[in-house]
């Protein structure tokens, strides 16, 4: 009697679990990231290709699915256009996402955009050969971090006070509206000594420098060695 009353919790309330619709902009947030990387990387033709390859893939593979479910009665061109739909509502919905947390924090310097634990796990793969510890739970949102597009590469003509305040200040909204999140991201040049006197312990953080070529970093203007950044954001509660 045990294993059936199981079973029915499983066919009934453990069905479907609200965080599992988070799957659909997961998908989204989940590659783009690589396509950052991989423009850092390979260049922006190279990136376009491969993340158009993924993302054709993933609309291919999501009709295969379908295929049957609709019982074979559209034709698999039908069933593509249908998977073609469903993957530009999960950009849509990845996209509000973004824009509603960058809105709510409000940040000087920063913007962040719905990510996954697989990504970043990859991405340090990718860039670094290596698995980063993460200190997680199951309330942990992890998101990819970007300098806004107008100060990318710009950031040397701001008075260092004025980042180190922009710094402290994001963090802090980031404190005040998330439980438990972790911001991953990768830029030219190492962040540490700003992040330290902008009030973040080193346990706060981790960076590393990754395998993107430093002459990769001149389209920004600079020529520095890319760093991968993972940085905790824990608040009382979520901690």
Same mark, same amino acid.
């Given at each position: 009697?045990?294993?059936?009353?199981?079973?029915? *919790? @499983?066919?009934?309330?453990?069905?479907?679990?609200?965080?599992?619709? *988070?799957?659909?902009?997961?998908?989204?947030?989940?590659?783009?990231?690589?396509?950052?990387?991989?423009?850092?990387?390979?260049?922006?033709? /190279?990136?376009?290709?491969?993340?158009?390859?993924?993302?054709?893939?993933?609309?291919?593979?999501?009709?295969?699915?379908?295929?049957?479910?609709?019982?074979?009665?559209?034709?698999?061109?039908?069933?593509?256009?249908?998977?073609?739909?469903?993957?530009?509502?999960?950009?849509? +919905?990845?996209?509000?996402?973004?824009?509603?947390?960058? @809105?709510?924090?409000?940040?000087?310097?920063?913007?962040?955009?719905? +990510?996954?634990?697989?990504?970043?796990?990859?991405?340090?793969?990718?860039?670094?050969?290596?698995?980063?510890?993460?200190?997680?739970?199951?309330?942990?949102?992890?998101?990819?971090? @970007?300098?806004?597009?107008?100060?990318?590469? *710009?950031?040397? +003509?701001? !008075?260092?006070?004025?980042?180190? !305040?922009?710094?402290?200040? !994001?963090?802090?909204?980031?404190?005040?509206?998330?439980?438990?999140?972790?911001?991953?991201?990768?830029?030219?040049?190492?962040?540490?000594?700003?992040?330290?006197?902008?009030?973040?312990?080193?346990?706060?953080?981790?960076?590393?420098?990754?395998?993107? /070529?430093?002459?990769? +970093?001149?389209?920004?203007?600079?020529?520095?060695?890319?760093?991968?950044?993972?940085?905790?954001? *824990?608040?009382?509660?979520?901690?």
């Amino acid at each position: 009697m045990g294993i059936v009353k199981l079973v029915l *919790r @499983h066919l009934s309330s453990g069905l479907i679990y609200a965080r599992s619709f *988070r799957l659909i902009p997961a998908m989204v947030g989940t590659i783009i990231p690589f396509f950052w990387q991989l423009v850092n990387l390979y260049g922006t033709l /190279p990136a376009v290709v491969l993340i158009i390859g993924v993302f054709e893939m993933l609309i291919v593979g999501t009709a295969a699915i379908f295929y049957p479910l609709l019982f074979f009665k559209l034709s698999f061109i039908e069933v593509y256009c249908l998977a073609t739909v469903f993957m530009i509502v999960a950009i849509i +919905s990845w996209q509000v996402i973004n824009i509603t947390a960058n @809105h709510r924090a409000g940040f000087k310097l920063i913007k962040l955009q719905f +990510s996954t634990r697989t990504a970043l796990l990859l991405l340090g793969l990718l860039l670094g050969h290596r698995l980063i510890p993460l200190p997680v739970t199951p309330r942990t949102m992890f998101w990819d971090l @970007h300098l806004k597009p107008h100060l990318a590469g *710009r950031l040397k +003509s701001k !008075d260092r006070e004025e980042i180190i !305040d922009a710094i402290r200040y !994001d963090y802090q909204q980031a404190l005040n509206l998330m439980e438990n999140a972790i911001f991953f991201g990768c830029s030219p040049g190492s962040f540490k000594e700003l992040l330290i006197t902008a009030g973040l312990q080193e346990s706060q953080f981790v960076i590393s420098e990754t395998i993107i /070529p430093v002459e990769h +970093s001149t389209i920004f203007g600079l020529k520095r060695p890319f760093y991968l950044y993972v940085i905790f954001v *824990r608040n009382r509660i979520g901690q």
